[in-house]
């Protein structure tokens, strides 16, 4: 990586920006206030940076309010070479819409208030109607008044209380709706009390809304007038539903211009901030490729015209960068730009959420592309099920590469199709190494023995017999240990950090294998630990590289890396142990359901037990896998203190051309 300064005119900074946002080869960087030149100042965006905020926010619930989906856009002519027009194009473009939804919604607001009145009302003729009281009857002639109205939920008490009293408990009152900020209420009462009702609700500040009129006496025939005015409102609120959907579709592409256009504001504002000026020309630092630097510096001066010119520092070795003096005096660490195949990057993002590789640490994703689908395998072997994910995983990558979606919920998924293929190969592969077809043996099934079976074998050590596969799966795990200690080792000796690596890693390998071969040897002897004493050598082979870590890193380090690599060691039991869960609930629900005779049921029972395992252990797995890579083995040689690679990007700017 190289570090530069770009030095633009500034009516050529829109195309500067536009390229860099193309090539997406720029990691941009604060210019320090000591290092700006002289006759310069820091760019002044403050101002800019809270409008691209808000634009940004509003264009995106135009999206949502509308509902609009994948459309073509509109080919705008919008004022992409100066920021403060685009601002207002912008402003302007998007308060015009807004103006029409808030119509729109007010109305449809206004609807549903009525038809809450409404229901509340055509309720209680109902209950008049089935006891077959009149209105008149209710409270002599000229009956039935409604005032329905909006007050906030802390005077609503009071109004209730207050209507009660001057309608001499004649009242029927209900509240029809409720907000955060409002409750809608419906007032029933004698049409005597009207006058003194509404100067009441006046008083404490509710609001009015317009009074039901002209109601029969008749509870039967209200009900029908009232049922009469709900049909109308849902027409209309159809017809409100109509206009919205209209206007999506008048206003759609112009919406989805504009939100392109908010994002290369909100992008080429953000980009200035880190920024220094002078009255004619704008300073900007970035990180770029050491091997892209020359193409992009002749690229870069006819994008701009010749008006653009690009420094390059001194090359920086990320693989030995000093660490003597001041931390302020030091040149700032590159950012780590992985480079990893299309069909890796899931995996590799699973590494990057532990840490970003840096320079002078190895990447383990070459690593992981075996071990990771390797481990699932050995946990989740099964060449009936394996192949069912493999093409869910092939269902999914090609949805992945179509740009398709699949919710919000499902797009995780998506988005690590590779990696799901790669775990389907290894479940695939081991499910026929282990015989293991839906949880059938396959000697039963396809008439073959498995080459071999974690349920079968055991090994003798001493008077002790254990499980094959409880002995294979700590051998597993004993080289992947030693394997990550190595790396460690080789990452401080190509920083020529010798003491380091001698002291720290090399001496826990040594420790490591040193006390794996003594408990070997204790165990194969009918684990007896006089053993270890009848050999000089095994003692001091085991605790030397101890004593010289605690020597030279303390007592409690020692301490560390002694229960560490118990804990460890025991950790990958969890392969063995996840195993015997996949074949045994399986099994189970075969047995329950009527196994091992086959029948419906009982294959019914395999079907069950079978997808259970698919979609809960299959989660499982993942996240003991996981375990096992980021805890014990990346604490041997991986500490993921890179800083991530973000270039510069906007949304293409021939999507909506310059100045049309």
């Not at 920083?495 to 890693?505: I, L, Y």
Request: proline content about 6%; overall charge negative.
């Amino acid at each position: 990586m190289r570090h530069v300064s770009i030095v633009v005119a500034k009516d050529q900074l829109p195309n500067l920006l536009a390229y860099a946002g193309s090539k997406r080869l720029f990691h941009l960087t604060e210019v320090e206030v000591e290092k700006l030149p002289e006759g310069s100042e820091r760019y002044e965006v403050g101002e800019l940076l809270t409008k691209a905020s808000i634009i940004r926010n509003r264009v995106v619930a135009l999206i949502s309010a509308l509902h609009i989906g994948d459309i073509p856009r509109l080919n705008l002519k919008a004022p992409l070479d100066n920021l403060q027009e685009l601002a207002r194009f912008l402003d302007d473009e998007t308060l015009r819409i807004e103006r029409s939804i808030r119509q729109i919604e007010d109305s449809q607001g206004k609807i549903e208030a009525e038809k809450e009145e409404a229901w509340e009302l055509s309720r209680f003729l109902s209950g008049l109607e089935n006891v077959g009281v009149s209105l008149d009857a209710l409270a002599g002639s000229g009956f039935l008044t409604s005032l329905s109205g909006e007050a906030t939920p802390e005077s609503i008490s009071s109004v209730q209380r207050e209507l009660d009293q001057k309608t001499s408990g004649n009242l029927i009152f209900a509240i029809t709706s409720t907000s955060e900020k409002s409750q809608t209420f419906l007032a029933i009462f004698p049409d005597n009390f009207r006058e003194d009702a509404k100067r009441v609700i006046g008083a404490l500040g509710a609001k009015l809304s317009p009074p039901w009129t002209d109601l029969p006496s008749d509870p039967k025939k209200a009900k029908e007038t009232v049922d009469l005015r709900l049909s109308q409102l849902e027409s209309r609120s159809l017809k409100l539903e109509e206009d919205q959907r209209r206007l999506a579709k008048d206003e759609g592409s112009r919406i989805k211009s504009l939100a392109i256009l908010s994002e290369i504001f909100d992008a080429r504002t953000k980009a200035l901030a880190d920024s220094s000026s002078t009255q004619a020309t704008v300073l900007m630092q970035a990180w770029i490729p050491e091997r892209s630097l020359k193409n992009i510096e002749m690229e870069l001066s006819r994008a701009c015209d010749g008006l653009a010119t690009l420094y390059a520092e001194e090359e920086i070795n990320p693989h030995n960068t000093p660490v003597e003096g001041p931390a302020k005096e030091r040149d700032p660490a590159p950012p780590t730009l992985v480079r990893a195949p299309v069909w890796t990057r899931p995996l590799q993002s699973v590494i990057d959420n532990f840490g970003i590789p840096g320079y002078n640490e190895t990447n383990p994703l070459l690593f992981m592309i075996v071990t990771f689908p390797v481990m699932y395998g050995l946990m989740f072997g099964d060449f009936g099920e394996g192949p069912l994910i493999l093409l869910l995983g092939l269902f999914l990558w090609r949805t992945k590469k179509k740009g398709k979606s699949l919710g919000d919920f499902f797009q995780p998924f998506v988005n690590g199709a590779e990696l799901i293929v790669m775990l389907a190969i290894g479940i695939t592969i081991f499910g026929l190494i282990f015989g293991d077809f839906f949880g059938f043996d396959s000697s039963t099934i396809f008439g073959f023995r498995p080459i071999f079976s974690p349920l079968e074998g055991e090994v003798s050590v001493g008077n002790v017999t254990v499980p094959r596969y409880m002995v294979f799966t700590l051998a597993f795990g004993v080289f992947h240990l030693l394997f990550g200690m190595s790396l460690g080792v080789y990452n401080l000796v190509r920083r020529s950090e010798w003491k380091e690596a001698f002291f720290g890693p090399f001496c826990w390998a040594w420790f490591y294998a040193a006390g794996v071969f003594v408990i070997a040897q204790i165990a194969l002897a009918g684990f007896k630990f006089s053993i270890a004493l009848q050999n000089p050598l095994y003692l001091p082979l085991v605790f030397a590289p101890l004593v010289l870590s605690a020597w030279r890193e303390g007592g409690m380090h020692a301490m560390e890396l002694f229960i560490q690599s118990i804990s460890n060691t025991f950790s990958y039991l969890r392969i063995w142990a996840l195993n015997l869960a996949d074949f045994y609930v399986k099994f189970a629900i075969f047995l329950a359901l009527g196994g091992p005779a086959i029948n419906p049921f009982s294959l019914l029972g395999a079907a069950l037990g079978n997808l259970l395992v698919m979609i809960l252990e299959g989660l499982i797995v993942f996240v003991q896998d996981l375990r096992l890579h980021w805890v014990e083995w990346f604490g041997k040689f991986y500490e993921g203190t890179g800083i991530p690679f973000s270039p510069y990007h906007e949304p293409p700017s021939w999507t909506v051309p310059l100045n049309g």
